[in-house]
């Protein structure tokens, strides 16, 4: 099983950051399912795989594939610089 958790059913535009929201089609409306070529903290642009609904107003818990591995963190938005993956810091 992979880091997607759900469906992709369409692309929203491509916004003026680069990023490509994909959403999947639920009853209640689109909801965010991934974000294509969404910049990272130290790890470029990737494919952000949202992992469940958001924990609170301002991110979303998310993963990253890196050589293989996963890196779990969250995505948060700004009007300044767009969508942006955090990654969770190691303890």
């Known amino acids: 099983m992979g880091l997607q958790k759900y469906r992709f059913d369409f692309d ?3 916004d003026k950051h680069g990023v490509i929201e994909t959403c999947a089609n639920w009853l ?3 909801s965010l399912a ?3 070529n969404c910049p990272t ?3 470029g642009r990737r494919t952000v795989y949202i ?3 958001p924990d609170t107003y301002f991110s979303i818990p998310a ?3 890196v050589k293989r591995k996963t ?3 969250w995505v948060s938005c700004s009007d300044d610089e767009g969508w942006m993956f955090h990654p969770q810091k190691e303890s």
């Open 71 to 73: 890196v779990k963190g």
């Open 28 to 30: 209640g409306g689109p």
């Open 63 to 65: 993963a990253i594939v």
């Open 41 to 43: 903290e130290g790890y």
């Open 12 to 14: 929203r535009p491509v």
């Open 51 to 53: 992992q469940g609904p």
């Open 34 to 36: 991934g974000l294509r």
